[in-house]
C-alpha cells in the first residue's frame, strides 16, 4: 500500500514558508509529493533586516545557490561578528565572533591558556586571537581560500539581508523547482473527527484546500498548531522579558563593518543591521518598563540616517509551542516560538527545523515515534538558546534602571546557572549535546559580560614556560598577519556581489 505524503500545505509564506517551500521542491522531487503555498497579501509578514550566522550558509550550499547571486539578490553584506554595546555598563563594549579563538593546545582549551596570561598581567586583548573580530574591527572581509595552516583557510562568516527580498529569492527557486503558490486568506481550518488531524483549509474566496502533512509558517498567531490544535504555549517572559519591538530602515550611514551592532538601552537594546541598500534597525523593549511611544522616540533619536517609512510595531511573548509537531502539523518559525533576535538565531531555528523534518520525514501514517523525537531535538535546540539569550540580559553591572535591576537579580534556569558555576571556578565551558553555541561563543559573552573565574584550568601549566608564551606569540602575529591580507568588506562587495540597481 502507496502511504507517501501525497500533497504538502505550507500555511504562510515569509521567510520560513519559503525556506521551507525551496528546501521541499529540491529533494522531494521526481513527482514525490504536490507542495502548495497558502499566503495572502492581506497578512504582512515580520520582514524587516535579518542577520544570519554561518550555519546558513549550509542551508545555501544545500540548495546549491550561488552565494554572489544571493547577495547581490537580497542586498546583503557579510558578518563576521556581533558588538555589543552598554550590556555590562554604560560605555563598555565587547564582541561575539564568529570562529575560534586561537588553538586548543596539548588537548587543553585556548581560553584556558589565554587566562593564564590574564592572571599574570600579561594577557593583550582576546580579539587579537580571533581572526573575525579582528577583521570586523578593520572592516575587512574575505571567502576562505586554499593556504595550508592559514586562519586564511577556514573564515567563518554570515549575512546581513533583506528579509523581504530573501523571501522573493526563495519564492523563484520554489517554483522553478514545481511548488505552487495559492494566493488567499484561510476563514476555517477542518479537522478529522476522530484523528483530529487536519484535513482541508476553507478559503476567503471559498476554495478548499486538502492536504496530508501541513507546515505552519503563519506567525506568531500559529494558525494550526495552536488556533486550530490547541497545542499549547510555553511562556518564557520572566526571563526574555521583552515584549515590543519597533523596527523602521533608515538611509545607509555610518559605518560599514561587517557586524551586527546591539546596543543595550534603558528599558531593551537596539539592533543596528547594515545592508547595501540601507540600515536595519529596530528597539526590542519591556512594555512592563517603557511605553510604546517612548520607545518609538528612542529608537527614531538614534538612526544614523534619515527613516524610510514609519516604524512598525511587533507584539510577542517569548518562548515555545510544547509541541512542534503536532498531529500532521509542524510549526515552523515564529508560530513554533519565539526568542528576540540577540544572537541573530531566528533564521537558524528555521533552518534546523527543516532539516529535522526532512530526517524523519513521514508518510501517510504519521509514526507517533517520529514525532517525539522531532519534538525532543526542537526543545533541546530552544532551550539551549533561551539559555544563552538570558546570560546577557543576567550578567550586567548596570543598575540605572528598573528594567536592568529585574534582570540581573532574577533566577536563571538551572542549565544557565550550572554553566556560571563552571566557568566561574576554573573558567571552564562544556558544549552539551551539539547545542548551538560553542564554547568559543559563552567564552565571549562571559568575559563581556563581566564574568571572570577565580583561576584557570591548572593542566595549562604542563606547558613550559617558555614554549607557552612563544605560542601564544606566534598564534597572535599570525592571525594579524593573516588580516593584513584581507581586503576592505566593501570593496569585496562591490567587486563581487554588489546589488543591480533597484
Not at 515564529?334 to 526568542?339: C, I
Not at 573565574?453 to 593573516?482: A, C, G, W
Amino acid at each position: 500500500m502507496d502511504k507517501r505524503i501525497r500533497r504538502v500545505v505550507i500555511v504562510g509564506g515569509g521567510t520560513a514558508g519559503w525556506m521551507t517551500a525551496a528546501t521541499l521542491g529540491r529533494f522531494l522531487k521526481n513527482g514525490y509529493s504536490e507542495i502548495r503555498v497558502i499566503e495572502s497579501e492581506e497578512i504582512g509578514t515580520v520582514g524587516v533586516g535579518e542577520s544570519t550566522i554561518p550555519q546558513m550558509r549550509i542551508f545555501n550550499r544545500m540548495l546549491a545557490l550561488d552565494e554572489n547571486e544571493f547577495v547581490s539578490r537580497t542586498q546583503a553584506t557579510f558578518k563576521l561578528a556581533i558588538e555589543f554595546r552598554d550590556w555590562r555598563r554604560i560605555g563598555d563594549a565587547y564582541f561575539h565572533p564568529f570562529g575560534p579563538y586561537g588553538l586548543d593546545m596539548e588537548g587543553v582549551s585556548f581560553h584556558a591558556y589565554w587566562l593564564k596570561l590574564k592572571a599574570l598581567g600579561q594577557a593583550p586583548d582576546l580579539g587579537d586571537y580571533s581572526l573575525e573580530l579582528s577583521a570586523a574591527r578593520q572592516s575587512r572581509f574575505m571567502r576562505p581560500i586554499e593556504k595550508r595552516n592559514s586562519p586564511l583557510s577556514a573564515i567563518a562568516y554570515a549575512f546581513h539581508f533583506d528579509a523581504g527580498l530573501y523571501a522573493k529569492f526563495l519564492r523563484e527557486f520554489a517554483e522553478k523547482h514545481g511548488v505552487k503558490r495559492t494566493e488567499g486568506k484561510i476563514v476555517d481550518v477542518q479537522l478529522n473527527g476522530e484523528s483530529g488531524f487536519i484535513e482541508a483549509v476553507k478559503l476567503a474566496d471559498g476554495q478548499r484546500v486538502e492536504g496530508d502533512l501541513w507546515i505552519d509558517c503563519s506567525g506568531f498567531r500559529g494558525l494550526l498548531i495552536e488556533q486550530a490544535l490547541k497545542t499549547g504555549y510555553e511562556d518564557w517572559s520572566h526571563w526574555l522579558i521583552n515584549d515590543r519591538a519597533w523596527a523602521v530602515p533608515c538611509e545607509k550611514a555610518g559605518d560599514r563593518h561587517p557586524v551586527t551592532r546591539a546596543i543595550a538601552r534603558t528599558a531593551g537594546w537596539q539592533w543596528r543591521i547594515p545592508l547595501q541598500h540601507r540600515i536595519g534597525n529596530g528597539y526590542a523593549f519591556s512594555s512592563k518598563f517603557v511605553s510604546e511611544d517612548e520607545a518609538a522616540g528612542t529608537l527614531l533619536s538614534h538612526l544614523e540616517g534619515k527613516p524610510l517609512k514609519d516604524p512598525m510595531l511587533i507584539r510577542f511573548t517569548t518562548g515555545k509551542r510544547r509541541k512542534s509537531w503536532n498531529r500532521n502539523c509542524v510549526a515552523i518559525g515564529l508560530s513554533a516560538g519565539f526568542m528576540e533576535p540577540l544572537e541573530s538565531q531566528s533564521i537558524y531555528l528555521i533552518q534546523v527545523a527543516i532539516a529535522r523534518l526532512l530526517t524523519v520525514f513521514p508518510d501517510r501514517g504519521f509514526e507517533p515515534a517520529d514525532a517525539a523525537h522531532f519534538n525532543r531535538l526542537m526543545d533541546w535546540e530552544f532551550d539551549r538558546i533561551r539559555d544563552f539569550l538570558v546570560l546577557h540580559f543576567h550578567a550586567t553591572e548596570r543598575t540605572d534602571s528598573p528594567y536592568w535591576e529585574y534582570c540581573r537579580n532574577m533566577k536563571v534556569p538551572d542549565f544557565l546557572a550550572e554553566k556560571i558555576a563552571l566557568f566561574q571556578g576554573h573558567g571552564r565551558i562544556f558544549r552539551d549535546n551539539n547545542e548551538l553555541f560553542s564554547d568559543n561563543s559563552w567564552f565571549s559573552v562571559f568575559l563581556g559580560q563581566g564574568l571572570r573565574p577565580r583561576s584557570y584550568d591548572p593542566l595549562v601549566d604542563v606547558m613550559p614556560e617558555k614554549e607557552f608564551h612563544d605560542r601564544m606569540t606566534n598564534i597572535r602575529t599570525v592571525i594579524q598577519n593573516s588580516v593584513a591580507q584581507m581586503p576592505d568588506h566593501w570593496e569585496f562587495i562591490t567587486k563581487n556581489c554588489a546589488a543591480r540597481p533597484m
